[in-house]
């Protein structure tokens, strides 16, 4: 599994996917290309896209705002959750118990 930003979730959004494209993600990109495979799970971690146009590098690359600080503990717990589940349980079920939270 892999963990990744994604700027079309909103902020503190967790959807867990099996596979897919990278969507214009060169983090994605590199992956698939080392792996020679799209076939992955990804873990997608909703930024939001409160940025101006072509600002998306100095976005992603930013300090969080302290309003989103303060919700991150809670996020990264549920993170957590979804990644145990995933290891235990495996994918359909954890995406069935957290992809509609």
């Known amino acids: 599994m892999?963990?990744?930003d994604d700027l079309a979730l909103p902020f503190g959004t967790l959807r867990l996917k099996p596979k897919g494209s990278d969507a214009g993600?060169?983090?994605l990109k590199n992956i698939a290309q080392m792996l020679n495979t799209?076939?992955?799970a990804r873990l997608r971690f909703?930024?939001?896209?409160?940025?101006?146009?072509?600002?998306?590098?100095?976005f992603v690359l930013g300090k969080f705002p302290q309003e989103e600080l303060d919700q991150m503990p809670?996020?990264?717990d549920r993170a957590t959750e979804i990644i145990?589940?995933?290891?235990?349980?495996?994918?359909q079920l954890t995406m069935n118990q957290f992809n509609n939270k």
């Open 74 to 76: 809670a996020i990264l």
């Open 25 to 27: 993600h060169n983090g």
């Open 84 to 91: 145990k589940s995933f290891c235990l349980a495996g994918i």
């Open 46 to 58: 909703g930024l939001g896209n409160d940025f101006p146009r072509g600002g998306q590098i100095d």
């Open 38 to 40: 799209q076939n992955y």
């Open 2 to 4: 892999i963990v990744v």
